[in-house]
Structure formats: structure tokens, C-alpha cells
């Protein structure tokens, strides 16, 4: 079932170096067509703000969070549903499609397990965007955005970012 | 018409990340690990062509910045707790919605738990803007402001930065 990603079928991958100049391209093209730039984490919120309002609507209407960033379908919303058409389009067109619950690397360390890779994926999910929305953005927003435009918060974003994943690697991963 | 745009560039933006492996979970983990910096060099690659398009635009007054402020409270807390979450999943925001378009559905978990996290954060943001987020704030500041210079001054290194460093994760086979 868990097929080994390396060594799979289907066609090569591009070098990242090609697909990330193509994706600089893409950012210049956005920018200078409607001038938006690439972000991720707003639309978790706006989503959220949708879902919540089906439950509770008077507290979706009382947050001061879900006014600043209110539950609506925008340009980034489209560009995230757009990431999961592209891959899926581009996966099955390469053959490299896998119907996968565990991925290869954390089923080596942590077992095949589904609800034990669930429930981390859950967790880190979780405290990855609450750690977006206070850092007021994602590898999308700061990552890209933030640095491509040598914003200060970018680059401290960005290096906490990576400061905090590191640490994460090590303990999950500690020895091997 | 946003919204066309929006799918258009998204798709784009899906096809480059999914024929590089950029959403795979373990070349995430790998760059966490310092064993594989397939990601990293996507996103190098991705700033420097950016960097020098859009500032030439914005010399050309055919665009404009929009940066986000410098908040040292929320900007390095949230980053700190965002990358302990990201090791965890092994998915960013971005590529989760990508890692699931690709089959990899532990993605799914992710995107559900990011759900309940942003509804947290909505409950929390009153008291984070008393807090986390009132402190150093020094607003909308990009580095060539800081250091006083013209904005190529920092552009052409950087550039030159990241291909040093492509060089030597080629050298190292990273």
C-alpha cells in the first residue's frame, strides 16, 4: 500500500530549481496583473469563519477576528483551491498519483499506524496555523511574499519558521 | 475576475509544486532534517526571479509593495510555533491543500486540525493583540529601508547569496 516514493513509477520530477523560477515568473505575471501576491493562511480563517457560522453565527458575528478577515470566497481563496487542482491534475497526468495515509518517511520511524500519523498531522496542523495567524502569515505570505519583497518581517518569520521546524525534526527524528 | 485569476494562478502554481515533489511530506521533513533541500532551493528560486521581477516593476511603477509589518512579538513567537507544527505535519498551509490534490490524505488531517487551529486563534485574538502583538511593532519596514541603501544594493546580493549556496548543495548532493 505504501508504496516508496523514490523509485515509484511515473514520469521524472522537474528539477526545483526549474519549477521554482517558473513559480518566480508566475509571482511577477500575479503582481503585475492584478497585483495580488501568493498567501495561504487568510483563507483557513475565511474558511473556518464559513464553517462556524453553520453552528454558531452570533459568535462568528462577535469575534473581532472573523470581521477583520471575514468568511468570503476572494482571489487567495481561489488560488488555495487552485494548488489542489494543479496537483491533482499534474499527478495524475505524471502517474505519480498515490492514494497514501502514511507517508514513507514517518512510516519508518513511527510505524504504519494511520490514526498515529492522523492524529500528528491533526496536532501539527493545529498549532502550525495558530502559529501562522499570529505570526500574520504562512512560507506563502512571509516565506515568499513577505522576503521576495525584502520585508523585515519576512525574513524573521522566515527564520523562525525554520528555527521551529528544526527543533521539531530533532526530537521526532533524534538519532536517525 | 479576481477570482478567475486567483484558480488560474493556483493551478499553476499546483502543477510547478507537485512536478517538483515539493508537497511530499518527506522532502518537507527532509529539509527539517538537513538531508534533502529540494524545498529549499524551490523556494530560493521562487524569491530571486520574484525579487528581481517585481521590484523591477515597482521601479517601472507598474506595480506596488505591499509589505506586512514588523510585529517582533507575533512574527517570532507565532513563526517559532508554526515550524514546531509544520515539523509535526509536514505540510505548510499551502502545499497540505496540494499534498491531498496528490493523494498523500494524511494531508487531510492537517487541514482539518489548521481549521480548528485558525478557530483557536480567532477565540485567542483579543488577547494576543493585548499582548504577543503590542509588542515591537516597528510597522511596514523592508530591509533596504533599514539599512538606508537602494533596493538593488540588497537584491544583487542576495541573488548571488542563493546561487553560492546552490553551488554548494549541488557539491554536498543536497
Not at chain 1, 119 to 145: E, N
Not at chain 2, 59 to 65: G, S, T
Not at chain 2, 153 to 167: E, Q, T
Request: net charge positive; charged share 15%; proline share 4%.
Amino acid at each position: 500500500m505504501n508504496a516508496q516514493d523514490s523509485g515509484s513509477p511515473g514520469r521524472k520530477p522537474w528539477s526545483p530549481y526549474l519549477g521554482g523560477a517558473l513559480s518566480g515568473l508566475l509571482v511577477v505575471g500575479s503582481v503585475w496583473v492584478t497585483g495580488k501576491y501568493f498567501g495561504a493562511s487568510t483563507t483557513f480563517v475565511r474558511s473556518t469563519g464559513f464553517v462556524e457560522r453553520v453552528f454558531a453565527p452570533e459568535r462568528v458575528a462577535a469575534l473581532e477576528y472573523f470581521v477583520k478577515e471575514a468568511p468570503k470566497v476572494d482571489w487567495q481563496w481561489m488560488f488555495v483551491a487552485g494548488i489542489f487542482v494543479g496537483a491533482l491534475l499534474a499527478s495524475l497526468a505524471s502517474g505519480t498519483f498515490r492514494w497514501q495515509a502514511v507517508p514513507p518517511g514517518w512510516a519508518e520511524r513511527f510505524g504504519p499506524s494511520k490514526l498515529r500519523r492522523g492524529i500528528a498531522a491533526f496536532c501539527g496542523g493545529a498549532l502550525a496555523m495558530f502559529g501562522a495567524r499570529l505570526a500574520d502569515g504562512c512560507p506563502s505570505g512571509h516565506g515568499l511574499s513577505g522576503s521576495l519583497q525584502l520585508s523585515v518581517s519576512g525574513f524573521v518569520a522566515l527564520a523562525c519558521f525554520f528555527a521551529g521546524g528544526l527543533v521539531m525534526a530533532r526530537i521526532l527524528y533524534r538519532g536517525r | 475576475m479576481d477570482l478567475t485569476y486567483g484558480l488560474v494562478t493556483g493551478i499553476l502554481f499546483g502543477i510547478f509544486l507537485q512536478r517538483s515533489e515539493v508537497l511530499r511530506h518527506d522532502r518537507q521533513l527532509g529539509a527539517l532534517r538537513l538531508r534533502d533541500m529540494t524545498i529549499v532551493k524551490f523556494m530560493l528560486s521562487t524569491v530571486v526571479v520574484a525579487m528581481v521581477g517585481v521590484y523591477l516593476l515597482v521601479d517601472l511603477e507598474l506595480a506596488k509593495l505591499s509589505v506586512k509589518p514588523l510585529v517582533l512579538g507575533g512574527n517570532v513567537i507565532g513563526g517559532l510555533a508554526f515550524g514546531l507544527g509544520w515539523g509535526l505535519l509536514g505540510y505548510c498551509p499551502g502545499t497540505s491543500l496540494g499534498a491531498l490534490g496528490e493523494g498523500r490524505w494524511d494531508a487531510l488531517w492537517g487541514i482539518l486540525g489548521s481549521l480548528c487551529g485558525a478557530a483557536l486563534y480567532a477565540e485567542a485574538y483579543p488577547a494576543m493583540k493585548a499582548t504577543l502583538l503590542a509588542w515591537g511593532d516597528y510597522g511596514k519596514i523592508t530591509l533596504p529601508q533599514v539599512l538606508g541603501v537602494n533596493h538593488w544594493l540588497v537584491i544583487v546580493p542576495l541573488a548571488a547569496g542563493a546561487l553560492l549556496l546552490f553551488r554548494w548543495f549541488e557539491r554536498k548532493g543536497l
